[in-house]
């Protein structure tokens, strides 16, 4: 019999880390993430959790000390939000330059100045070059199914990975969510490797002062430079894409879900015209493209779900064919456009595919989106060559 449950993406994210088998749990509290870690702190405390719960006094430190557990074999997890995710940023770096298989769940909320505790991604798009590997959900059961493959996709890798979701449009809402059961999950992930080399009794400095260039170590070993270590990181980011599908592929055959790998589509089959979007938002523009269609636009749909490593190759291919690219989405990097806009047009650019391409920026601090908004703008983009606008803006 299923366990259907009717839970929040905050309660999703505390069971899929619980049926993982955390071992070390470290995390700050900030709305809307705050609910993940009490409700993991609570299983600890009934001892239906086996972890370690530590109390830390800020992000920067849930994010070391969650480094230093994983560097010691420990599967581990934490959370953040906004400003908290920013105040890990060093740690962030940190975490992906030693390899440490972390997994996150950042429940995605605007960034102060002014404070804002509703939802963008402006968050987690603003850490896009730390090194981390970016998968982001479209609703609840994506949540669970998506931290649990997270896991798989961290300690294959060795790339820490962030698994975003909406906060309060998803974070707080309650709606069906289909538990899976520890022994499906136990198939699907194995116990995690030790694969640090360290063990009681041997000691060792991690992480420490490196040089540019490739030099002998102690036993005469060549050893990379800085330089080295980070092509090495950008190479496994890049070949991480094959994984992301692979182990989605491979959840699918264990639980009877898939969520598309790095990229999905939606009514793209004969589509001559796209919306580009990912998280919550992605799902808003599935209702917008039906709309579309009753107005005489075949437009579908192309979700981005894993945001780094950027899926270039899997959107050039969705998008071949179409005229109009309308990109939807709750970011922008200042001075220009959004950022998801600015990657695919670079990718669609090297490929020497010229869509009409129109960038949106939407829904930033919680303002409301409706898929009427979003019809309305696409079918603009595509009748009226309109390029980039905010939607919904009242000045």
């Not at 962030?162 to 116990?191: I, R």
């Amino acid at each position: 019999m299923k366990d259907i449950r009717i839970i929040t993406a905050n309660t999703a994210a505390a069971i899929a880390a619980s049926l993982c088998r955390v071992q070390v749990i470290a995390a700050y509290p900030i709305t809307p993430q705050t609910p993940v870690t009490e409700e993991l702190a609570a299983m600890v405390e009934r001892g239906e959790l086996n972890a370690e719960y530590l109390t830390v006094e800020s992000e920067h430190s849930a994010m070391a000390s969650v480094v230093a557990a994983s560097q010691m074999g420990a599967r581990v997890f934490t959370a953040s939000s906004a400003n908290g995710l920013l105040y890990m940023h060093e740690m962030l770096h940190w975490a992906a330059g030693s390899r440490v298989p972390v997994v996150m769940a950042c429940v995605n909320r605007g960034v102060g100045a002014p404070w804002t505790i509703l939802n963008d991604q402006q968050d987690s798009i603003s850490q896009r070059d730390t090194g981390w590997i970016q998968l982001y959900c479209r609703n609840s059961q994506e949540v669970l199914d998506t931290l649990i493959q997270a896991y798989k996709i961290a300690e294959r890798v060795l790339i820490p990975v962030m698994v975003c979701y909406d906060g309060f449009v998803l974070s707080h809402a309650s709606t069906p969510v289909e538990a899976p059961v520890v022994e499906d999950v136990d198939k699907f992930l194995p116990p995690c490797p030790i694969f640090t080399g360290i063990s009681e009794g041997s000691y060792m400095n991690l992480n420490p002062l490196i040089l540019s260039e490739p030099r002998q170590d102690a036993e005469g070993n060549l050893r990379p430079g800085y330089m080295d270590l980070r092509y090495k990181l950008q190479e496994d980011l890049i070949s991480s894409l094959e994984i992301i599908k692979e182990t989605d592929r491979e959840f699918e055959a264990v639980f009877g879900r898939s969520w598309g790998g790095p990229v999905w589509s939606y009514r793209m089959e004969d589509a001559d015209h796209a919306l580009v979007s990912m998280g919550s938002l992605a799902s808003e523009c599935t209702l917008a493209a039906d709309s579309l269609r009753q107005q005489g636009f075949r437009t579908g749909v192309v979700g981005v779900r894993a945001y780094r490593p950027f899926p270039a190759e899997a959107l050039c291919k969705a998008l071949q064919g179409v005229q109009t690219v309308a990109v939807f989405e709750k970011d922008v990097s200042y001075g220009y456009m959004g950022a998801v806009a600015t990657d695919l047009k670079a990718a669609l650019f090297e490929r020497d595919l010229r869509p009409k391409v129109a960038s949106f920026v939407a829904g930033l601090g919680g303002r409301d989106v409706r898929p009427e908004q979003l019809a309305e703008t696409a079918a603009e983009a595509i009748t009226k060559r309109s390029a980039h606008k905010w939607i919904d803006v009242r000045g």
